[in-house]
């Protein structure tokens, strides 16, 4: 299995510019998210996702939109990229945020670098 | 303000040795709390975990112990090796969302 997988690896933008970081897994988790980790900081929680269709913000969502449209795939779509969202891009994925456990299972990450 | 902290930026043991790594939480309805490695270039994988009701969780060379009144936990690697330097992340999970803290860097010298 592949897990959970994330496009691009690396990624630089100039100031205003749109994109997407793709976040797929093959699991069928039910639960995914996405953090973003500065430097010397801990991984903090942008958007998640309990199941197709439903998605909420976390503890930085500003700048960033999301959608779950399937199961496997949870896309992050920054909409006006700023030098502040210089970091790396963690996605995560599992079973389900009713296990209190929750174990996630995260991607490589994409570095982001905003120019 | 952080509701998980770990106050130890970096920690350097000699291989053979303990490595204790700290972890304290603010928020009493944290009900399980976890620790994560991370390898550069890599996302962090699953190490551990522990339920708020229980005190010691261990697996293999991995203990991690829970003081609830204080609110702290630590996380014990005995005998440490070089493969375990890495950074760890502990975090804290309230009905199935997971706060993290900055995380620990340990280097485990041969």
């Known amino acids: 299995n592949a897990g959970v997988t994330q496009t691009p690896k690396f990624q630089v933008l100039k100031t205003g510019q749109s994109m997407t970081l793709q976040c797929a897994q093959d699991m069928n988790h039910e639960y995914m998210s996405w953090y973003r980790q500065d430097p010397g900081m801990g991984l903090r929680l942008i958007h998640y996702s309990v199941g197709a269709g439903i998605t909420d913000q976390g503890e930085v969502p500003n700048g960033y939109n999301v959608s779950r449209s399937t199961t496997e795939d949870f896309p992050l779509r920054l909409l006006s990229a700023a030098p502040s969202q210089t970091s790396v891009y963690f996605c995560?994925?599992?079973?389900?945020?009713?296990?209190?456990?929750?174990?996630?299972?995260f991607g490589a990450g994409t570095r982001l670098s905003v120019l | 303000d952080q509701q998980v902290k770990q106050n130890s930026p970096s920690l350097s043991v000699q291989e053979g040795r303990i490595s204790i790594l700290n972890c304290d939480y603010t928020n009493s309805m944290f009900d399980y709390f976890l620790w994560y490695k991370k390898y550069p270039a890599e996302g962090p994988t699953f190490l551990i975990s522990i339920s708020s009701i229980k005190d010691k969780n261990e697996d293999g060379r991995f203990t991690v112990f829970l003081n609830k009144s204080a609110k702290h936990l630590s996380l014990h690697i005995v005998p440490s090796q070089p493969g375990d330097s890495a950074v760890y992340f502990c975090?804290?999970?309230?009905?199935?969302?997971?706060?993290f803290g900055d995380g620990t860097t340990l280097t485990v010298k041969p």
């Open positions: 975090a804290a999970s309230e009905a199935g969302k997971s706060t």
């Open positions: 995560a994925s599992s079973y389900g945020i009713n296990l209190a456990k929750n174990i996630q299972y």
